[in-house]
């Protein structure tokens, strides 16, 4: 219970949730209607909550129908109905008909893998993003919107704080937010969810820095594991931002003009901004990938100073113990002087030991010259060089 | 026999057969006259099933020459020819003189391994397209079609139901399809191909989400075998999606309009779904092969574990041993006093068990520090300095 | 002797040639006049053979100057000069002038070793193609064609029958090939070589997955060898293949309409055979690369399992050793009791047996909890959680 | 103390700081009002250098207001406002404010984590670039200008002297300088940054160099510690190259025309500069990657030596050894003849000797057979061969 | 002074020279003055070599100031000034004047680092391209031209005799090059450089190919350097190439004509070579690589049988080497009829051996099924089935 509790405020150790990985567990069946309408499986309970607001004023609705809604519409200069939770596939199919809405448009915001895209229908342009699930590892959620003359829809899975932020400024009546168009609200809304990616990012940054020593000082087999799915994560993050780019340049292109001249400029802003997070990615990917290079190269390398003490100790020992036990040997000295006449030699056993000293050093010295005990001749010589 | 049964409706454990994976083993020889009709070798016989269907009618007709299919033509809106197994060449000629259709596209009808693609002829597009073969594991199947004014010839090499989900659709009049021209027949067909591809790969996630738990805890050379395996599949896979996604596009942007400006916005959703696809094998080809990664840095590291145990083991004992073998030697004391004094010294024995336990006390400690041992001093300073 | 003639006429075991791989031992001089026409070092005598057809007629010549030849020009639809080996320069400067061709297209003929290209000189075009040799592994050997307004020449370097099922179709007169002109029949040659490059593929392709196999049950340091060979060779073939492409698209796209609307579609699927001829090789390229990657890891999985053996018997072994070592020493318990007392103890045999029996029945089952004997009690849990 | 003044001075050993690595540390809160101006975290205060100049004149200018600054504008061909530091975000705003400047733009200058990048917006182009940080291994300060019609703003982020050659240039009237306009400083100044990585890269050359041969001739774990540092500073430079070579390219194909044609050609000079960058870049990232391949092998040779050696020692003495303890056994020979007779025997020792001998040498002539001891059998064939 | 002798005239054995490879270490300090002329560091004295020719007459001139190669423009159809050594700056500045040359080109004469370029100033074209320098490994050396109307200025590093093919066939008057201008000496000399690659890159693939049997049948650590060195060699041509065939691109697509229509054929002929330069030197690198993975995989191959080797004779020794040191212990049978009866039996000595015996050949059967000693039950058995 208090641990629940606890993961639920820690936002460094989300829990890595299987089968969300991939994202293709909820399709539909083969070969059936297309733009056809079903609730994902996990939906929430649709919230609806509308927005309408000019330069002067501003108000917020709270609405159950459908009906409602359209009776806001053209009240103001913009109208914002932003739906948090899809369960409710009448509500949506609803507003398909109140704003004419093509049903594969409508099909996509259900079927919430959909990648970031922007498809222009003429009245409207659909747009569909990802947005980082806080409190999880990179996991993503769709956010649907649909940009039309004076209004903007938007839907996302879950309630959350995602466009706290927005709403703050509509309210706040910061900036030009409120006596712009509902293209400048979509920008708005686009921007946020761009920069939600940048703490994440600088989260997983700090984690690869500290793997990266860690790799370095002490290779561990636990490096690996979370160095691939460091790797998956940023798969996962890469695939959301690539298209999202895509996005962004299609609405700054857009032949349709949904998109005024001067939230243009705004957009180009946000499309830098994509190109950097992408450059991010890709640069930790590559320094992930260095890392598994330098972890095998440090493996080997301990298993290298490993062998060569176990090599050390046995090349010097094994021969010194066989000449040990060769004096161990039983054979009877009283048959015949041939039998280990060294055995009754009066400085036998001192002999044996100087051998076996002299045997012991000469191997050590050998080492040293290879270079395996200390830091050999090739290594001084070298250091001498750089010395001059 | 029992055993044969359980394979054949068991989907998990279809047999990997051989010879199929490379898809060319079936090619006519080199230099021979070019559009020139051969069945391929373990062609099924033909089966023709003819469907014409308006907004008002349908019907379906079991017909058995061409001249039958000709009489149908103009009945209703759409003529749907569904052609399954290719071994009546006569048939496919007919066909072809019916409907004037050029002998290459015919030739690549029974030539089973295109690639997907789609050419335009003027009077009809040939469209091509591979299925997944069910129960296979990523074996897939030609799809060929005909797509002309007011009809629809398709071919697929071995009956099923891969269009049963259509066809349903049609005697249900669901949707616009009824409605609709061959156009968006075609495309309701194309869709339902595409679709086949999703549960195939959530089942290929599956797999590699377990496989990717297993190799981490326990990496075996079984894993190689299957991760091997499952590149091959992917590359399989991608072979059929790739060229798939150009053919959509090429039908998208189609100058000779078989398709209307209302179908292709259903294609465009097509074309989503064959990026995703994509999208989708890709993401696990770069998993698949950083898992070969994980799997050699974890039988690395393993290697690595038990190298440490022979050397810790080794290295304390066999100098012991020596020490013992030592004292075991038969040097006679009687000759002289310097043969082995210390056989005679009065606490001679627990001397040398003292000396062995020190020197085995110092190589444990020796190991420990080098951090072979339990954590080892330099990891338990940097936990202090993580828990400061 | 009898061994060379079995390796001439057995097509599966061709001796793989040295400094034909990298195919630019027979450079001309730095420096030297563009232009100038050298016969290649080993080429062969050259032989005409003319073929003039019209839809009607066909007859074959045989001619020794070109004045014969040019003679010959005009009596028939088409054509078809078939020149093998290229020793005889006089000749090839002969049809250079007859024909009016550029002396570098000319320089290019002799100079075996061009990549595949089309070159367009207004009045001709001029295709350089490359079709395998026989009896050899990946070698290839260039061919060369002029063609223009109702001729075609061709060159190719050795006598061999690569074009012999066109002739054949041109006497019998099968298909459009006689009614059509010098375009149609040089499609007819370049499709035919193309073609000629399936079977091999095949070959390889049986190798690959035989190699396969090996790799997996077996590694040898042999496979190594012999991947290394394979990827050398789709080096090669792909070298030949992927010119080849953008070849036939520039014939496809070509200004001059050398080649009618209809052989333009005959050309398009020779394009579609290149780009499956491409897509084949990549496809075995990446599965050589996956090969060496599941021989390194079996490699390496092997030796782990190697050194779990040495491993075992070892830390057993060298333990129980010491012990025997121990009581093996000759301390005189005459002097002193603390000398040995355990050699004289009534029991002290059977104890040391029985100590020993514990040390290595604990370090079995050491060795079991670690996985390293059986399954250990980790993959026996895990087995477990699986058949829940 | 000293320490600290000497490592300032030394250009050779940057402190390698963390967390500059992935510049992304100090991004604004997700949802915050875009073009919101806030100084950076560490802004240094700001210094406002003015420098008017003509073809005649040219005079500098302390000032502390934007007042001031707008004063002088106009008064001579052009006007330079250069400022290092970002802390004063009211100068920042004013100069904004008279100077029209889109608030977008603004933002990206206290916004330091920039890629390079060139915005045209109509009345004056934005262009952003970075410079290499003095006595740091890779890290890079952004440089912002503003270049409009008779003017160049420039920004950067710490004083330096980074601008101190193009401004003697300026004083000195030296080459066309003084008589172009801003278009031409600005280029000038563009170039002087260009040709700041020259050093650096030379620099990381020579380390590379002196790497290569270290890693070849002794490879040290230390080594892949410094070559993944490398690695990631390459990196890093890259990230700044390669946008800045796009930036450039914009500027060339400038439409508003804010650089002249005699300019251009500069800048075209500067374009082949950031491909040359680009190109050493990439050079040493491919180098730097083959280095770990070498250091793998090496690893991998020397622990093939190692082993080799253990193997030798370990198969020689272990069998000898075995022989010795054989004879050392305590069977009594008086009980029965069957008991270790050959303890017995006159020449007992001489024979086991003997055989000892034999056995030895028979192996070390077998591991000299197999090429692990000297050159073997098969080198020296082979070397024959190569003499021939 | 012998050897030094020897290493000049050997060709097969230049000296790798350190700091040339990375071609950045002679650049200009950031921010100076561009187009400002400076002698490279190891610049040699200048040699003007004018040779003036036309269709009738060529004559060759020994000038020494600018003055006397102006008073030679114009006197023939063509103008050749060809310097070598570029240590006399005045000269170049002389030449700039006169033929009003760009400053920035001139600058990157002297600058010898250039990347291969074509620059068009409008009245000349500016060509920068590399020549191999002969008697070295892949160090390239600068060679500049300007083209313009009637005359050719050609520059080049070191005197040498890369033009001497050229000239010669000017004085030949060999093939059209008399009577063509200066934009055909200009292709002859370009022409020639690339010709100068093949020899060799022929030389590369025999190294290669020699390289390539070492590898396989006996991987030494000399390997991995010549590998490395080789590879380095390869990027150092590659990228003296690859920016040579954007070069003559940018030359055939020439906007101002400083090349006929006549001319530009044979450039694209030029072009096929670049083209077929960087295919070979493509397939070396990739070779190169594979080479890499054969070396690693051998190595480890080699590891492998020698830890085998160990394993065998350990794990046979180290038990029988225990039971031997067992019955070596001295526990007094006399005191107790339980300590080590066995060594009073009758039997007791052949029961040992026997037993021996059995352990030893056991495991010599164990290791005999495992694989490990001959080809083991698995081998046969898969042999068995291949000669079925």
Redesign the interface.
């Known amino acids: 219970m208090a641990e629940q509790a606890a993961s639920a405020t820690e936002k460094d150790d989300p829990e890595r949730q ?2 969300q ?5 909820r ?10 309408l079903e609730a994902p499986e996990d939906a929430v309970t649709s919230r609806v909550h509308v927005t309408t607001y000019g330069p002067e004023h501003i108000s917020e609705h709270t609405v159950s129908t459908v009906d409602e809604i359209v009776a806001l519409r053209g009240k103001e200069a913009v109208l914002w109905v932003d739906i948090s939770g899809l369960a409710d596939i009448e509500l949506l199919r609803g507003l398909g008909k109140a704003f004419s809405l ?1 049903r ?1 448009a409508l099909e ?1 915001v259900v079927n919430v ?3 970031p ?1 922007a ?1 222009d ?1 003429g009245e409207y342009v659909f747009i569909v993003t990802r947005t980082l699930v806080p409190d999880t590892f990179a996991e993503t959620e769709q956010v649907s919107m649909f940009l039309g003359p004076g209004y903007l829809l938007t839907f996302h899975e879950r309630p959350g704080d995602c ?4 709403k703050k ?1 509509l309210h706040d009546a ?2 030009r937010i409120r006596s712009s168009g509902s293209d400048y609200l979509s920008y ?1 809304l686009i ?6 990616y ?2 994440k ?2 989260h997983y ?2 984690s ?2 500290e793997l ?1 020593d860690d790799v ?6 636990e490096h ?2 979370e160095l ?1 799915e460091l ?2 994560d940023f ?1 996962m993050i890469r ?1 959301a931002i690539w298209p999202l780019r895509e996005t962004i340049n299609t609405l700054i292109r857009d032949d349709h003009s949904h998109f005024t001249d001067a939230t243009r ?2 957009l ?2 946000c499309y ?1 901004h994509t ?2 997070l992408i ?2 990615v890709e ?2 990917r ?2 992930a990938n ?15 100073e ?6 050390i ?3 010097i ?6 000449v ?9 000295g009283d ?2 002087p ?3 006449p ?9 002999a ?1 030991l100087s051998f076996m000293a002299v045997v012991g050093g000469g191997m050590l010295f050998c080492f040293w010259r290879m ?2 005990i200390g830091r050999g001749p ?2 001084k010589r ?1 250091r001498r060089r750089h010395e001059e």
Chains 1, 2, 3, 4, 5 share one sequence.
């Open positions: 299987k089968g990985l991939f994202g293709i567990d399709v539909t069946e083969p070969g059936t209607l297309p733009g056809m093509h594969l996509d893998h959909q990648r895209k498809e229908y466009f706290a932020a927005v400024r910061a900036g708005a921007d946020s969810i761009i920069d939600g940048f703490p990012l600088e940054g700090e690869l820095e990266e370095v000082a002490n290779p561990d087999p690996i594991k691939h790797k998956r798969l695939r400029i705004y180009r802003d830098d190109i950097q450059d991010i640069t930790y590559e320094i260095g890392l598994l290079d330098v972890y095998i190269s440090s493996i080997s390398a301990k298993l290298n490993v062998m060569k003490v176990l090599t100790i046995a090349t020992f094994i021969p010194l113990g066989f040990a036990s060769l004096y161990g040997m039983n054979f009877d048959v015949s041939w039998n280990m060294e055995l009754r030699w009066a400085y036998g056993y001192p044996v270079g395996w090739a290594r070298e």
